[in-house]
Nanobody, 119 residues
Framework: QVQLVESGGGLVQPGGSLRLSCASS????????VGWFRQAPGKQRELVAA???????DYADSVKGRFTISRDNAKNTVYLQMNNLKPEDTAVYYC?????????????WGQGTQVTVSS
């Protein structure tokens, strides 16, 4: 059974920092591209940051210079370090693992963790 479990969300003041973690099980984590998405109330889910199996990264323009995605394949975990948080970063954050190979496409999502940025 595949599981992605996010943690690290919470309430933080503007300018503060949080570190999200997403621990996986049931997959060969190192083979997967993984990413963080977020969804604010009334808005579509959007990509925040992604890292592939070769450690190449991609970021939404709105978080460049503030957020850093990283992965630890030995721990089957992907992280999102979020600095200088802004109220507009408030959302439910989800991690996603994706693999496309000759046998098909495999996509898994976590259950989400709430991040609230407010004074």
């Amino acid at each position: 059974q595949v599981q992605l479990v996010e943690s690290g969300g919470g309430l933080v003041q503007p300018g503060g920092s949080l570190r999200l973690s997403c621990a996986s099980s049931g997959i060969i984590f190192s083979a997967y591209a993984v990413g963080w998405f977020r969804q604010a109330p009334g808005k579509q889910r959007e990509l925040v940051a992604a890292i592939n199996h070769g450690y190449s990264t991609d970021y939404a323009d709105s978080v460049k210079g503030r957020f850093t995605i990283s992965r630890d394949n030995a721990k089957n975990t992907v992280y999102l370090q979020m600095n200088n948080l802004k109220p507009e970063d408030t959302a439910v954050y989800y991690c996603k693992a994706e693999l496309v190979d000759s046998t098909g496409e495999y996509v898994y999502w976590g259950q989400g963790t709430q991040v609230t940025v407010s004074s």
